[in-house]
């Protein structure tokens, strides 16, 4: 009776890909030996195809007999009892003076409790006999198993991922290290792919149901964080290597990974800008870091200078410095090249047109003590400079404190708040998830870079400024180097990206909304920011309804004015008389981004010398109502004024047919709106938020659908007013 191993030889199973690996490798020989061999399911396909004799070796009596029996050479013997000498022995014996071609060991490591005996023994035969080796072992960080671990399920079955004889379990990492460590290098893989494993089960299981919104949230991680996911069995093919690689334990200690890898991008054609950056690290009161200079596309003489500047540093920094030249892609390239040569424990960007502090490194290490494997973010102060005939580099402004602020995971989403020097990137993520820097955007790579990983790692703020993030008044600079349109054209792709990645909101708060909120009401940002300085202006919309809808047809715009004396928006809006008769009219303050207003008054005035007022109260709206604000996190902002009124709007006259009421039936009308408020909108560079007119604006005359409420009177002017308020998510702003 045959066991529970007898498993059948299938092209698309771990023998078939096994002994694809196996004839891609062109073995030749005269032996095959296939150790684990259960019963020799792969032994046809290397004497028929590969021409090649078999030796079979397991420790099953019942697989060994078998083989026998079918006329196979065969034998009995258990690997992995503490006996490397003799295992390596028992091989050399069994060949007879024959050449060996290659060594298969196909599902058996995992079933050894010191798999790397057996994997040392192997490289000795390996690389005495220059042939390859190739492994399979079952992935327990698949899917199925990962996401029902996270539940407390870890269920042992009688075969399969989980198979109960499984001593030994291997992820990627285990695999790879275990044969680094021991000597073979990788060569070829033919791993299998299995969405859905024998560990899918139950099926009702929320965490392996692909509706339940805890599925769709652990999917989008373990894809960010590990590309094996959906891998079943890997299927490696491996080379014996002169030397087993060295184990963190036993490194000396001028070989263990320093703190910090500073990664320091240049061109070469700011030479003094990065004399000052190595002249700053030769500052530092902590020198656990090393310096990895990139140097993209670099010509001759600007190589040369990148190298003297090199040279002219002290010994002790030069000797901690690499200098590594990227001569292909755009600015995003030498990041990854960066990132992957970095041996620190953590990474930072440094490149050679900012300053840091002498604090800069001990700050981030003292913070990566208190907490470990977050991204590090220290405060930096802004300052504008110039470069000067001969290429001298001068400060032009006093420091500014733009960027000393504590990460805000919402409002980074909005756009980059944080220049690279003040970040210090564990390295974990790079390494072992797969967080790479997205060598398709050509800007804002950085932005992209911190998102993606602080929503994996959080973020560790550290209240001191430890750097300078320069401004640069004239001489070429990443703004300067690329259009404002491939700007906003990255930026767009960053936020399309944002729909791909897991976030998790603060502790202690249920939605966004209630977490803004709470910022409000506890006056946090009301303290830390003031309204701009300046007059300022931004475009600003009304939409007209006629009968059908608003619509870009039915559209006026003109520059929404902001004074800073008074803290007041401005706009007036005339000659509306072609449009005909008015259903209703909305008003967009800004097309471009979040606002916040502050006592929100609204008057209509008629020809006929009445007026009538409403107030904030009226007001109905998708945003947030706190303290007596109306703040819209996000832009084109949606308002929806309510009208009051039971039957509409209502003045002393100016109708035809119903003066003292918004009527349906009038004639054409010409309708003069002036606006006045207090607010400031938050302006994304220079960039519009193209969406349909009906998802945003401030509906205004709108009680109910089959009730029209504007007169046809000749004239009326419409007033919104507020008092001065402060708006610090505000980020950029458009001089009129």
Same mark, same amino acid.
């Given at each position: 009776?045959?066991?529970k191993? !007898? /498993?059948?030889?299938?092209?698309?199973?771990t023998?078939?890909? *096994?002994a =694809? %690996? &196996? #004839?891609? $490798?062109?073995?030749?020989?005269d032996a095959?030996?296939?150790?684990?061999?259960?019963?020799?399911?792969?032994r046809?396909?290397?004497?028929?195809?590969?021409?090649?004799?078999?030796?079979?070796?397991?420790?099953?009596?019942?697989a060994?007999?078998?083989?026998?029996?079918?006329?196979?050479?065969?034998?009995?013997?258990?690997?992995?009892?503490?006996?490397e000498?003799?295992?390596?022995?028992?091989?050399? !014996? /069994?060949?007879?003076?024959?050449?060996?071609?290659?060594?298969? *060991?196909? =599902? %058996? &490591? #995992?079933? $050894?409790?010191?798999?790397?005996?057996?994997?040392r023994?192997?490289?000795?035969?390996?690389?005495?006999?220059?042939?390859?080796?190739?492994?399979s072992?079952?992935?327990?960080?698949h899917?199925?198993?990962?996401?029902?671990?996270?539940?407390?399920?870890?269920?042992?079955?009688?075969?399969?991922?989980?198979?109960?004889?499984h001593?030994?379990?291997?992820?990627?990492?285990?695999?790879?290290?275990?044969m680094?460590?021991?000597?073979?290098?990788?060569?070829?893989?033919?791993?299998?792919?299995?969405? &859905?494993s024998?560990?899918?089960?139950?099926g009702?299981?929320?965490?392996?149901?692909?509706?339940?919104?805890?599925?769709?949230?652990?999917?989008?991680?373990?894809?960010?964080?590990?590309?094996?996911?959906?891998?079943?069995?890997?299927?490696?093919?491996?080379?014996?290597?002169?030397?087993?690689?060295?184990t963190?334990?036993?490194?000396?200690?001028?070989?263990?990974?320093?703190?910090?890898?500073?990664?320091m991008r240049?061109?070469?054609?700011?030479?003094?800008?990065?004399?000052?950056?190595?002249?700053?690290?030769?500052?530092?009161?902590?020198?656990?870091?090393?310096?990895?200079?990139?140097?993209?596309?670099?010509?001759?003489e600007?190589?040369?200078?990148?190298?003297?500047?090199?040279?002219?540093?002290?010994?002790?920094?030069?000797?901690?410095?690499?200098?590594?030249p990227?001569?292909?892609?755009?600015r995003?390239?030498?990041?990854?090249?960066?990132?992957?040569e970095?041996?620190?424990?953590?990474v930072?960007?440094?490149d050679?047109?900012?300053?840091?502090?002498?604090?800069?490194?001990?700050?981030?290490h003292?913070?990566?003590?208190?907490?470990?494997?977050?991204?590090?973010h220290?405060?930096?102060?802004?300052q504008?400079?110039?470069?000067?005939d001969?290429?001298?580099?001068?400060?032009?402004?006093?420091?500014?404190?733009?960027?000393?602020?504590?990460y805000?995971?919402?409002?980074?989403?909005?756009?980059?708040r944080?220049?690279?020097?003040?970040?210090?990137?564990?390295?974990?993520?790079?390494?072992?998830?797969?967080?790479?820097?997205?060598?398709?955007?050509?800007?804002?790579?950085?932005?992209?870079?911190?998102?993606?990983t602080?929503?994996?790692?959080?973020?560790?703020?550290?209240?001191t400024p430890t750097?300078?993030y320069?401004?640069?008044?004239?001489?070429?600079?990443a703004?300067?180097?690329?259009?404002?349109?491939?700007?906003d054209?990255?930026?767009?792709?960053?936020r399309?990206?944002?729909?791909?990645?897991?976030?998790?909101?603060?502790?202690?708060?249920?939605?966004?909304?209630a977490?803004?909120?709470?910022?409000l009401?506890?006056?946090?940002?009301?303290?830390?920011?003031?309204?701009?300085?300046?007059?300022f202006?931004?475009?600003?919309a009304?939409?007209?309804?006629?009968?059908?809808?608003?619509?870009?047809?039915?559209?006026?715009?003109?520059?929404?004015?902001?004074?800073?004396d008074?803290?007041r928006?401005?706009?007036?809006?005339?000659?509306?008389?072609?449009?005909?008769?008015?259903?209703?009219?909305?008003?967009?303050?800004?097309?471009?981004?979040?606002i916040?207003?502050?006592?929100v008054?609204?008057?209509?005035?008629?020809?006929?010398?009445?007026?009538?007022?409403?107030?904030?109260?009226?007001?109905?709206t998708n945003?947030?109502k706190?303290?007596?604000?109306?703040?819209?996190?996000?832009?084109?902002?949606?308002r929806?004024?309510?009208?009051?009124g039971?039957?509409?709007?209502e003045?002393?006259?100016?109708g035809?047919?119903?003066?003292?009421?918004?009527?349906?039936?009038?004639?054409?009308?010409?309708f003069?709106?002036?606006?006045?408020?207090?607010?400031?909108p938050?302006v994304r560079?220079?960039?519009?938020?193209?969406?349909?007119?009906?998802?945003?604006?401030?509906?205004?005359?709108?009680?109910?659908?089959?009730?029209?409420?504007?007169?046809?009177?000749?004239?009326?002017?419409l007033?919104?007013?507020?008092?001065?308020?402060?708006?610090?998510?505000?980020?950029?702003?458009?001089?009129?």
């Amino acid at each position: 009776m045959r066991g529970k191993y !007898d /498993i059948a030889y299938s092209e698309d199973g771990t023998y078939g890909r *096994a002994a =694809d %690996l &196996l #004839e891609q $490798l062109k073995i030749s020989g005269d032996a095959h030996l296939d150790i684990g061999c259960g019963y020799g399911a792969v032994r046809g396909r290397i004497r028929e195809k590969l021409g090649i004799g078999y030796i079979g070796i397991d420790g099953d009596g019942a697989a060994v007999d078998a083989l026998l029996e079918d006329g196979t050479e065969a034998y009995r013997y258990r690997f992995g009892e503490g006996d490397e000498e003799r295992d390596y022995a028992f091989l050399r !014996d /069994i060949l007879k003076e024959r050449r060996p071609a290659a060594v298969t *060991a196909l =599902d %058996l &490591l #995992e079933h $050894l409790p010191e798999p790397e005996e057996l994997i040392r023994v192997l490289r000795r035969f390996c690389l005495e006999f220059g042939i390859p080796l190739v492994v399979s072992v079952p992935n327990v960080s698949h899917r199925d198993i990962a996401f029902k671990l996270l539940a407390g399920d870890f269920e042992y079955t009688e075969t399969g991922l989980l198979d109960r004889t499984h001593v030994s379990l291997f992820t990627e990492k285990r695999l790879v290290s275990a044969m680094e460590e021991c000597g073979f290098s990788e060569v070829l893989r033919n791993d299998i792919h299995q969405k &859905l494993s024998d560990q899918h089960f139950p099926g009702e299981h929320s965490f392996l149901s692909r509706g339940s919104a805890v599925y769709q949230a652990l999917e989008k991680i373990k894809t960010m964080t590990d590309p094996n996911g959906e891998v079943y069995q890997f299927v490696r093919a491996y080379v014996p290597s002169e030397a087993a690689e060295k184990t963190a334990k036993d490194r000396t200690p001028e070989e263990q990974a320093p703190f910090l890898s500073v990664v320091m991008r240049t061109q070469g054609r700011r030479p003094e800008g990065l004399r000052e950056a190595l002249l700053c690290l030769t500052a530092q009161t902590d020198t656990d870091f090393e310096v990895l200079i990139l140097g993209h596309r670099l010509g001759g003489e600007e190589a040369r200078t990148v190298r003297q500047i090199i040279g002219d540093t002290p010994e002790w920094l030069r000797e901690k410095i690499r200098f590594i030249p990227v001569d292909y892609g755009n600015r995003t390239a030498p990041l990854n090249v960066g990132f992957e040569e970095a041996k620190g424990r953590y990474v930072s960007i440094f490149d050679d047109d900012d300053l840091v502090f002498g604090n800069w490194v001990e700050e981030f290490h003292r913070r990566a003590l208190a907490g470990p494997g977050s991204v590090l973010h220290a405060y930096t102060v802004t300052q504008e400079w110039e470069v000067l005939d001969g290429g001298a580099l001068r400060a032009v402004s006093s420091p500014g404190t733009l960027y000393c602020r504590d990460y805000d995971p919402f409002l980074q989403l909005e756009e980059n708040r944080c220049p690279p020097i003040g970040l210090a990137f564990p390295a974990f993520p790079f390494r072992q998830f797969g967080v790479r820097f997205d060598e398709s955007l050509s800007t804002t790579e950085d932005w992209d870079f911190l998102i993606r990983t602080a929503s994996l790692c959080g973020v560790e703020d550290i209240r001191t400024p430890t750097g300078i993030y320069r401004r640069w008044a004239n001489g070429e600079n990443a703004s300067t180097a690329h259009s404002r349109e491939e700007w906003d054209f990255n930026a767009g792709r960053i936020r399309a990206k944002l729909g791909e990645i897991p976030f998790f909101m603060p502790s202690g708060a249920a939605a966004l909304e209630a977490f803004y909120k709470s910022r409000l009401h506890g006056g946090e940002w009301l303290r830390e920011s003031g309204p701009p300085e300046g007059n300022f202006s931004y475009l600003s919309a009304l939409y007209l309804d006629t009968g059908g809808g608003y619509s870009e047809a039915g559209c006026v715009k003109k520059q929404l004015r902001f004074d800073s004396d008074s803290a007041r928006v401005r706009a007036e809006f005339e000659g509306l008389a072609e449009f005909g008769p008015l259903r209703s009219l909305r008003w967009d303050p800004t097309e471009h981004g979040g606002i916040l207003l502050g006592d929100v008054r609204i008057r209509i005035e008629f020809v006929d010398g009445t007026a009538k007022e409403f107030a904030g109260k009226d007001v109905s709206t998708n945003g947030i109502k706190a303290d007596g604000l109306l703040v819209f996190l996000k832009g084109p902002p949606d308002r929806h004024f309510r009208n009051p009124g039971e039957n509409g709007f209502e003045s002393g006259g100016g109708g035809r047919d119903n003066p003292g009421r918004f009527g349906r039936n009038h004639g054409a009308c010409t309708f003069h709106a002036r606006f006045f408020g207090s607010a400031r909108p938050q302006v994304r560079g220079e960039e519009s938020m193209p969406r349909p007119p009906e998802q945003r604006g401030i509906n205004i005359c709108r009680k109910r659908p089959r009730r029209a409420y504007l007169p046809g009177a000749a004239t009326q002017i419409l007033r919104i007013s507020g008092g001065p308020v402060r708006l610090p998510f505000s980020t950029t702003t458009i001089p009129s």
